[in-house]
């Protein structure tokens, strides 16, 4: 079993920055993607970012692209995900994501790609 542990996340003004990090345990070494997805009140969970654990690929979706950052932590087992010129529609619950399976690169936005799930961390963005 993975479990994964998701920290960074509070309160910033519109334009401030967050980083978030997750840390996986367990069988972590068997997971060979981590995403980020985040879920608003009253809204669908979304994809926000992943990455590729062997060639450390990265994807994102267009609403984050040039803003959020996903990358490798200090930890073989730790990904971050930076958040720049964050903006009040980036309020929401992150939640960090892991698979055991090799997901090909159209695949990586889907939620039902990944078996393993963090609790969440609050993300809010308000002046």
């Known amino acids: 079993q993975v479990q994964l542990t998701e920290s960074g996340g509070g309160q910033v003004q519109p334009g401030g920055s967050l980083r978030l990090s997750c840390v996986a345990s367990g069988r972590a070494d068997s997971t060979l993607a981590m995403a980020w997805f985040r879920q608003a009140p009253g809204k669908e969970r979304e994809f926000v970012a992943a990455i590729r654990r062997t060639d450390v690929t990265t994807y994102a979706a267009d609403s984050v692209k040039g803003r959020f950052t996903v990358s490798r932590g200090n930890g073989k087992n730790t990904r971050i995900l930076q958040m720049n010129n964050l903006r009040p529609e980036d309020t929401a619950i992150y939640y960090c994501?892991?698979?055991?399976?090799?997901?090909?690169?159209?695949?990586?936005?889907?939620?039902?790609?990944?078996?393993?799930w963090g609790q969440g961390t609050q993300v809010t963005v308000s002046s």
């Open positions: 994501a892991a698979t055991s399976g090799s997901p090909i690169s159209s695949t990586f936005r889907y939620a039902s790609t990944y078996e393993h």
